[in-house]
């Protein structure tokens, strides 16, 4: 059966953390950017065994966009984009789409919001696709009758996001960690909030967001470079011009206040988060800080947080530590959930490890599994369209350079034990991170 | 067969944790509502063979990017399982990890990751699957490993009780707080009587709680021969090489005589079932469930062919028949599925679920459902909609071809059904074949009400 809720709130970058927290070389990748007429970054990367096509357009529209009185919308655009243009009503789009094969599909964060296609890369279906792409992109007509559906699901989400402890500790931990800087707020908004948004809150905001200078295209797959120009540069017409500035009002996150935050919920495990604001995009300290992470809880199975935690003590089925570097600074994040009653040993083993790793820094020896690790592990996970896709989608949407990817291996390498160190004391101080835990009753009580 | 990637996540379960990465990466295609997720192929050159212990080697070259997916197929899973030992298959495959005669504990992942590769293992109903993604130089390394855990694990007291206990936890996780994951594990144990498939993959808790060292070292006695196997090799590969590195590591291993197995029939349906959870949540949910035929016959068989179409017809694009008339115009559900799932060693099953939008009722979804379903019965399906699911299935054959550790995923679960490597395309090109009136036949015939279990999730 099929997922019945969309719950997670940070989807996106644990995906892109993953992608990137190992990736990148291949100098085999045919790679070219271009920018269209109408002022769209294009990215372009011709792969030619597979006769089809990944496209996705992506647009600095995430919820951090949100009207403070109408957070939500920024998501409920996304998920109405496809209900409708002038011409066509959401039956018609879909089996259009059906008819050919095509997917579409969307994805979102606090930054961005995407729509991605895949379609197979013979004439007609390419062709069908695409002009249909440019025809949602350019003028859809949000139909209240989806909105209507849109708004109810997302309340139906909204409330079930209440009480399920792993979505009561993500909020929680966001709040505490952004406060008042709009990384703080649920990307589903409020139930107060979405209740009110109404046709022409989602118009505004797509013609405040949705606008070629700020499109970033990328395109993947079997089509000659004329081909892609071609697509790119409909693409960027059909979306049109926009004058309204894309950069918010708001500036970094600061640094909060940390602390434990204890909420009590009747499930057998307890949901922990763990963590503090950790890096942006293009931060010069990436490398050094995920390669640390890698040997703290990145590297499943292999990871420092995980041999003692599951291996050793039985006390988690997982435990993961990871970065989401966004265009601000994405949060560090330390998570397991665990039955309750054995909660406050495993949070105390945690911290006991992690400010250990942070003072001491990993030996020469674990240094130099991770960079084994990243180096090795560059063609898995970019061998496919589909992950050359997120990962270049990602490039052109932070201005990271292209060719990143072809310097990856000799930057890694480079990077020395006391570099690590450095960052991780500059860094990763956990004396003032958040700690939430969703379970138990407080410390100390039974 | 349908949704393969799917399935593999909500019906079966993992040594780590990666397949909630999975999992919420299928979210992101939800946002603009349903997409059928088709997974059939093409004809394709896939080299097979088998040593004299019995092994196959099942090998797919693909050469797009300098890696290899090394996967070990075991016909061993939960329906293999006897009462009071639910589970054990399951956590046998966390033993594996735990070290041999000659690779000490948590080495294995080590010496993966050492290469940049990764590793991971699967237990489902009908099979037990291992698999290292990895630069195709390391092809060597994989193997060797592999080939010694098929014969030298060494299971310790010790270790096998941490290793429940993050089994235990495992559970908690995605079962026990998970309410509609609750509700399937309920459902299946009154949709089977007497099939194994009654119980779940991960076993019932109070199974774990009683499970010893020597069960889990039986099962591995039992199960774990080469001629219960299959090494599957898909991506930067030369067949010859693999089948010497398999020969040289694999062909030393000798082969067990594999315990009986009994084919255990499911006693005939004398009615509706219907099972109630009461959970966490606040969002009723309800799934219905029907005995169907699995796929057994891959040339002659057609049924199943027209029961994965007419889940595409129900719930293959957001304008299909159920999402369209449910949550578009009827406004009565905020979320809608139809799957079949035929590619199994015990019977098959196709499944609706729903879940109500707050201004309606379960009651009044269940109806709408049976109304389509009637629909379906007398007036049968139109071309336009089965050309539509068959459209996807063809563009699916392609897209599927776009993950290495995929393709050998697909062939490691057709033979773990007893289906031949060169049986994918046969199977698109019968699915091409089915007709309006086949469709209709199928939901005549099976979709009734005494063949019918229904699960329902209630909030507390």
Redesign the interface.
Known sequence: ????????LF??S??VL?LFS?TLVLGAVDKESWVTAAGSKVIYVQ?D????VDISVDFPAGSVFDPVAKQGVARMV??TL?KGTDTKD??????L????????????DFDRSGV?M???SYKK?LDESVELLSEILGGPSFPE?AI??ER??I??SI??M??R?GSVAAKLFISKIYGEHPYGNSTYGTKETVSTITREDLLEFYKQHFFSEGAVITIVGDIPKAAAKEISEKLSLAIGSRTAPFVGEFSNVSSLPGGEFVVEN????AHVRIGIPGIQRGDPDYLALTLANQILGG????SLLN?EL?????????V?SYFSPLKFSGAFVISF???KDQVWEAVDVTMEIANKFVEKGPTEQELV?AK?????????N?????ELLDYFSTVGFYNLPLDYIDTFKQRVEQITLDEVRDALKRRMDLSNAVKVIVGPKPRGSN | MK?SN?SMN?RSVSR???A??W??????????????SVGVIQAEQITSTKLENGLEILVKV??????AAVMVWYRAGSIDEVTGKTGVAHVLEHMM?QGTKTIP??EF??KI???????NAFTSSDYTGYFE???SDELEMAIRLEADRMSNLIITEEDF??????????R??RV??NP?ALM?ERMSAVMYVAHPYRNPIIGWMNDLENLTVDDAVAWYQDWYSPSNAALVVSGDVDPAEVIRLASKYFGVIASKELPTRRYQSEPRALGEKRVTVKG????P?Q?VGYRVPRLENHVADWEPYALYLLAGVLD?????RLP?SL??EK?IA??V?A?YDGLKRGPGGF?V?F?P??NASLEMVEQAWREELMAIQSEGVTNDEL???K??V???Q??S????LGQASRIGRMWSVGLPETASATINEKLKEITPDQVKQVAIKYLNEDNMTVGVLLPQ
């Open positions: 059966m099929k997922k019945f809720l969309r719950l997670p989807v996106r644990v995906i993953a190992s792969t065994v597979l006769p089809m996304l998920g496809d959401e039956n018609q789009i879909s089996e789409f059906a008819s050919i094969g095509t997917q579409l599909g969307g994805s979102f991605t895949r379609s197979l279906e009758i209507d559906r109810e699901s309340l139906t409330r079930e209440e009480i402890p009747p499930a057998s495990q590297g499943g199975m292999t041999d599951r291996e050793k003590r039985g006390l988690t089925y997982g993961y959930t665990t039955k599994a084994k690790y990243f180096i090795g592990a560059f063609a898995l970019v061998d496919s369209n589909a | 949704g799917v909500s780590f944790n990666l909630q990465f999992f919420y990466s299928l979210g992101y295609l939800w946002l603009f509502g349903q997409l059928c693909d050469r797009r990017a300098p890696v990890f504990k948590g992942a080590k990751a050492s290469v940049g590769g990764r590793s993604e990895l630069h009780e941490t290793e429940v206990k993050v089994v235990m936890e495992e908690r996780q026990d707080d509609s399937m966490s949540t606040t969002i949910t799934s293959g694009y957001s304008a299909a369209r949550i578009n406004r905020v979320s599925s799957s499944y679920g879940s939008s707050p050309d539509r699911v459209a996807q063809i563009a699916g392609v897209y071809e776009d993950s290495v």
